[in-house]
């Protein structure tokens, strides 16, 4: 751990330790394994990509045959492990050397890949260099675990939370995450392992986790492709004797739903080629589904994110994108902000002062408000950022 606060604030419980498999073409760390001491409470979300890697349908399936139990989470950067003839060998002798080596049934190990899709590789490659790893297992790891996992990442992304209940007792959380292309999830290539010492029983946890994720992970958007990989992880393993039920459980969620947001934003921050963040706030459509879908399809647009990019407050690529989305409204009714300042009235351009609000743009956030005029209660908020020329140069040079 780097700092104090790591120190303070990653739950206990829990040990780490990342290395080198050769699966990257570089010579630097591509796995990394986190271990539980105690069996824990887990819930996972996945992508709902009609193509689906190994590690994906394993794992989802180890949770369900488990009932929500689990001990261990192998993760893999250098290839997806989908798409090939050996991808469920790969998953299953990785899950049986982790068995082995904890003493644990092989449900309660769970597994995840990030990478290139449709390159195979030796089932016999991740078991061989494991036992290394697992002498290695221990608390200062966590933050090199998030290292290895990167792939088009340009920083590693952690998060932790120190929280207290009323009764003043202490629980802790700690996230890592990774995306920084093919990224719009659907529950990109995106990962993201969560870990708390509260105690949760499992179907509780697995209810806490799809909310949060989708109202973090799911309101992201960098380029609109969803992965086949996409994976997030929650263990809790009760080491700080706090205990969470229906009643009490607001004091977690809040924090898991703060921490979960924060690493979405990391990512979206850190989007390939990204110079810019926006924030996309819709309002007024009938239902909060239609204003996602609305501020999506702008978040998504070519042609907003490069106007984005150029600093450039072009409302009518805004109100083009949102036409475009299929939720109806009035058009003559919409009404767009740029950083607080109306471009767009009633469907028709507001009187504005353009240069002012292009130097508000120049900045790394941009806010962008869109008021439908239909006065329903929807309204929904999404994260994307802009779209320049690095990010072509870094996925046409992806493979090669």
Not at 109 to 136: H, N, Q, Y
Not at 161 to 174: M, P, V
Request: aromatic share 6%; glycine share 8%.
């Amino acid at each position: 751990m780097t700092d104090n606060l790591s120190s303070r604030c990653l739950p206990v419980g829990f040990r780490f330790a990342a290395g080198y498999a050769g699966l990257r073409k570089t010579p630097s760390d591509d796995l990394a394994l986190m271990v539980s001491d105690f069996p824990a409470s887990a819930a996972g979300v996945f992508t709902r990509n009609m193509v689906r890697a190994a590690p994906v349908e394993l794992s989802a399936g180890s949770l369900r045959k488990s009932g929500g139990i689990a001990r261990a989470i192998l993760a893999n950067a250098g290839n997806a492990n989908c798409a090939t003839h050996n991808m469920h060998a790969v998953s299953a002798a990785t899950v049986q050397a982790i068995a082995g080596l904890a003493g644990i049934p092989e449900h309660h190990a769970l597994v995840a890949s990030t990478g290139v899709i449709g390159e195979p590789f030796d089932e016999s490659v991740i078991p061989r260099v494991l036992p290394r790893l697992w002498e290695k297992l221990d608390r200062s790891q966590f933050e090199a675990c998030a290292e290895a996992i990167k792939t088009t990442d340009t920083v590693p992304k952690v998060r932790y939370r120190l929280e207290t209940t009323d009764r003043s007792d202490a629980f802790r959380l700690a996230g890592m995450a990774k995306g920084a292309g093919m990224i719009m999830p659907d529950m990109a290539t995106m990962l993201s392992f969560v870990f708390t010492d509260a105690a949760i029983e499992p179907g509780l946890l697995q209810e806490m986790l799809k909310t949060a994720v989708d109202t973090s992970f799911n309101c992201i958007t960098v380029d609109s492709d969803t992965s086949t990989n996409d994976t997030v992880l929650l263990l809790a393993n009760g080491a700080s004797g706090v205990c969470f039920d229906e009643r009490s459980v607001g004091t977690f969620y809040n924090s898991l739903a703060a921490l979960t947001r924060e690493l979405a934003l990391d990512i979206v921050r850190d989007g390939e080629g990204a110079e810019k963040v926006a924030e996309i706030r819709v309002q007024g459509t009938a239902t909060d589904g239609d204003a996602k879908t609305i501020a999506m399809a702008v978040a998504n647009s070519p042609l907003v994110k490069t106007a984005l990019a150029g600093a450039d407050p072009n409302w009518g690529r805004i109100l083009g994108a949102a036409g475009k989305s299929g939720v109806r409204f009035d058009p003559a009714a919409m009404v767009v902000l740029v950083n607080g300042i109306k471009v767009c009235k009633d469907g028709l351009r507001a009187e504005f002062d353009e240069p002012a609000v292009q130097e508000q743009m120049e900045g790394e956030e941009v806010r962008i408000d869109i008021q439908t005029g239909g006065g329903g209660p929807g309204r929904a908020v999404v994260w994307t950022c802009d779209l320049t020329e690095r990010y072509i140069r870094i996925n046409a040079d992806y493979r090669t």
